[in-house]
């Protein structure tokens, strides 16, 4: 019995150190990402860069909270070496959107995307859960190249937003 048991575990913690690698998390159930950038961001500059990116709607800026409704996102998977014939249809057909909310503290911000959605013109809309966490868990094919590419595309959007352009200041 222990045995099975220690062979399960080393079956799970590279799924899991996977996941969190990407920064993937699992809340109530739900897919999530999720990540901390440490640097100094102006609540004003986010909304700002989010209002410029066209990829926000419903933009709400509270005390040191911002939410945004984040939509078509197409993933980057070029970037990172990736073929198009080498990976799922809806990592390169779909596209992506998601509830986001930035939670901004001194000396860095947290992003959080949540509800994240695909959009296929081919078969409609659908959840991300339902191509990562079939059964509740992650699925290992998604910790390799979707969640590679999912997370880099999410970095890439979100690693500058906070950043204040000095031309604003004047």
């Known amino acids: 019995m222990k045995s099975r048991l220690f062979l399960l575990l080393i079956f799970l913690l590279p799924a899991l150190a996977a996941a969190q690698e990407r920064n993937f998390i699992i809340d109530s159930g739900s897919l999530a990402w999720r990540k901390v950038y440490t640097e100094t961001a102006s609540l004003g500059a986010v909304s700002r860069n989010f209002a ?34 080498s990976l799922p249809l809806y990592i390169v057909n779909d596209s992506f959107s998601g509830f986001v909310t930035v939670q901004i503290r001194e ?52 690693r500058s937003i906070g950043k204040i352009d000095d031309d604003d200041e004047w």
């Open 52 to 85: 410029a990116s066209g990829l926000f709607d419903n933009i709400q800026a509270g005390d040191s909270l911002l939410t945004a409704e984040m939509h078509s996102v197409m993933l980057n998977y070029k970037d990172l070496g990736y073929r198009r014939m």
């Open 107 to 158: 000396g860095r911000y947290r992003v959080t995307v949540e509800r994240i959605m695909t959009h296929s013109p081919q078969t409609g809309d659908g959840t991300l859960e339902y191509f990562a966490l079939p059964g509740g868990a992650f699925k290992p094919d998604f910790l390799k190249s979707p969640a590679h590419i999912i997370d880099y595309t999410f970095d890439c959007i979100f």
